[in-house]
């Protein structure tokens, strides 16, 4: 059986096929550094993390490049409002930059903990203007922009199957809705290019051939993606809130310049969900790696409980969930810890695993394999060796896990908990009394964004 991928393009499932035999580009669209990431966002890159894995299970080489979008990502969907970059930095009085520096850095953290693969690039858009102004340049000589008092737009109409994606009825949209246009021509129609504000400094701008601005959202991945992977590559993944908007306008832009649609096939990943509604940046609901390390939850119990639901189906969070979640590791990495080594993986359990993957990640069924791995009468070695395998593509970190929690003195938990609280109620100088009370008791610890983590002092990281 070939590995077989649903294709939010064709909407099926289609059996994969390199464009170029062996190698495999995948794009992923990264996050917007104005905020913390949510744990919603990070299902998105598990999901994205595991289709790699995948890939590479099927013998192919793959160039991973996620962007990083730091400037232009406006506050609505319609091109109006602030850039979420310069909002950012009004609401916390710092600036733009060093916001979307501290951001990248605890997202990267939470991609650590995840144990996700560090992508072939990372690319950030404030480092490719250049290249967004060049394919904006070639939108308009090619006749498919127009400018207004605040920007140069991507005429939509120009293009009969704008939206095809998303199946959008664009003709629909543009009879039926009765949206303020401004100067915009059509409701779909995009910014690519935003003019500073006519005598205001913005802490983010650059001169370009239209005039001092800043790029639209969606052209920066269409330009990023043409630099590192060319103009027509095999895999496009994000969220599905991106299916209508975003991804949508990136095919537009890149089928006006390069005569392709970008990608070969678009895989999106459902959202995660609260018992409440949804998680988003701009909602209250939040939930940060971090919070739920501080709560005593690892963040590979997090990955587990991705894994644990298909990607295109939505997963619903709460501390029941978690909770199972973390308890299922915590059992699997007990037991494979008194496995010995030196065994030979099952062929026939690899096998099962391989179909379960190959028919577009089915993660539930393929976590129900490595169980039954694990309870087999298999000789210990042999199940070592099998769920070693299986683990290069679940990314549970088996093997690199250390039982560091049994060997905490009951008296070093109590101070460590105590400091957690301190440092909640933002009592810094108690925090910083029981972080001394610890290095007596012979601990080192460390904040990381994801959470407190304790180490003998004697045995390095
Ligand atoms: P953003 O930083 O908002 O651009 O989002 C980063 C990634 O997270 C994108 O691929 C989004 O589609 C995805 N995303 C946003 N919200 C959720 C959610 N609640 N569940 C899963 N993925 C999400
Ligand atoms: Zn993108």
Redesign the pocket.
Known sequence: MPLTLYDTWSRALRAFKPIRANHVGLY??????YDH?????????VFEDVLRRVLTLNGYIVRHVVNI?DVG?LVSDADEGEDKMEKGSRRTGESAWAIAERYTSAFMDDWRALNLLEPAVWCRATDHIAEQIDFIDGLERNGYTYTTTDGVYFDTSRQDDYGYLARLDAAGLHAGKRIALGEKRHATDFALWKFSPPGATRQMEWDSPWGRGFPGWHIECSAMSAKYLGPWFDIH??????IAV?HSNEIAQTQARHRTRLANFWM??????LDTG????SGGDFVRLRTLSERGIDPLAYRYLCLSAHYRS??RFNDAALNAAQAALERLRRTYAQWPEGGTPDANCMARFKAEVDLDLNLPRALAVLWDVVRSELPAATRRATVDRLDAVLGLGLADWRDDTATIPAEVALLAQERVKAREARRWSEADRLRDALRAAGWHVEDSLSGQVLRPLDKPR
Not at 37 to 45: C, E, K, P, S, V
Not at 237 to 242: A, L, N, S, W
Not at 268 to 273: D, E, M, N, P
């Open positions: 992923c669209c990264g996050p917007t550094v990431a949510h744990i919603g966002n990070l299902r998105t890159y979008t990502h993944c994000g969220g599905e809130d991106h975003h999106h990943g459902h959202f995660l969900t949804k998680m988003s940046k939505s997963l």
